[in-house]
């Protein structure tokens, strides 16, 4: 009988060490924990969709604690394709918060454009819906090869962008419009040429680049066709976007709410601290530059202290992608204001701006 005391507890120690080995070894075995160690924090898995100013919001909340602050243990990570199209700009993001885009996540940062093209074109999309925006101007610069000197010029010619609905792409359409010219029949517009390395090897006549490239742009000697900040043009490009299906689950919609509470946090912080943005940037993306640093927290400063989505961007991009599917849509569809509101109302943005 002593011995069999003696082996039951030998097998129950033993499957207590075990156990706290797999954990050890296996850390989404156990009770989710934030980067501070917080425990209970809720899980949500963000996809960073682009490397850009625009996604550094997420990056800060994570790095400084925001959404430990606010009960959320944001599991980032920056799409492969993200990270392959900025290495055309000399941007090399450590390999460690890149991760193929299998579809996994919670939450998505990608344009409103992009958001908005894929729900009218892809089944799987078709329930996603737009939260906040953090882009509500087109704000970005061409830069073309020399002999080309003004925006006319590129009529016949060809623009690199990232893809046929991104935000790059609505702004190739944008200027086709502007010039008068249909996007199909008098401009080429190339997909998956985004970078300046597509410019520098001729594959395209002029590029559109954000600030991430902008500095290494004029680093190489190329020189702005134009700024398209003058335009003052409306676009939905960055922000949050999640599915009705997933926001209708259990407490999703707060954890939605909590999320953004973290942006809206996120960006007052970046406005006031530059060192937090140059932190961010220096870790996720490798950027160390103290030049592109500063050009990308000089764009910070434009993000909206309220991200509500972006209506008239929505409605532009209606407009500029106005094929038959588009045009069974309201712009309605597209967004619900309702979370950004509560917390609006509830003067918790204000009272960030205060302090």
Known sequence: MHSRIQHHHRLRVGRVVLCAMVGAAVP?????????????????????TDVSINKVPYIVAKEEGIFAKHGLDADLYITAG???TVRASNVNVPAQYVRPDEGEADISTGGGAPTIVARTTNVRERDRVILATT?????WHVFAKPEITK?????GKRLGVSGYGSCSGFIGRLIAQKMGW?????????????????????????VVLDETPFAYASEVGLKPLADLREWNAPIACSGV???R??????????????FLMALVESIALMKKDQAVVNRAIAKWYGITDAKRQQLMWESAKEMPNKPYPAVDGIKKVMELFNYHEMRLH?????YDETIMREIDKSGFIDALYKK
């Open 28 to 48: 989404w075995l156990g009770q989710a924990q934030t980067p501070a160690g917080k425990a209970g924090a809720e899980r949500v898995v963000v996809r960073l």
């Open 82 to 84: 993200a990270a392959q």
């Open 135 to 139: 882009d509500h101007i087109v704000r």
């Open 151 to 155: 925006l006319e010029q590129l009529k």
């Open 182 to 206: 249909n996007p199909e029949q008098d401009l080429s517009i190339l997909y998956g040429s985004l970078g300046v390395k597509w410019l520098q090897d001729g594959v395209v006549d002029a």
């Open 241 to 243: 976007s999640a599915t």
């Open 245 to 258: 299906s997933w926001l209708s689950q259990g407490n999703n919609r707060d954890r939605a709410k909590r």
């Open 330 to 334: 309201k712009a309605e569809d597209f």
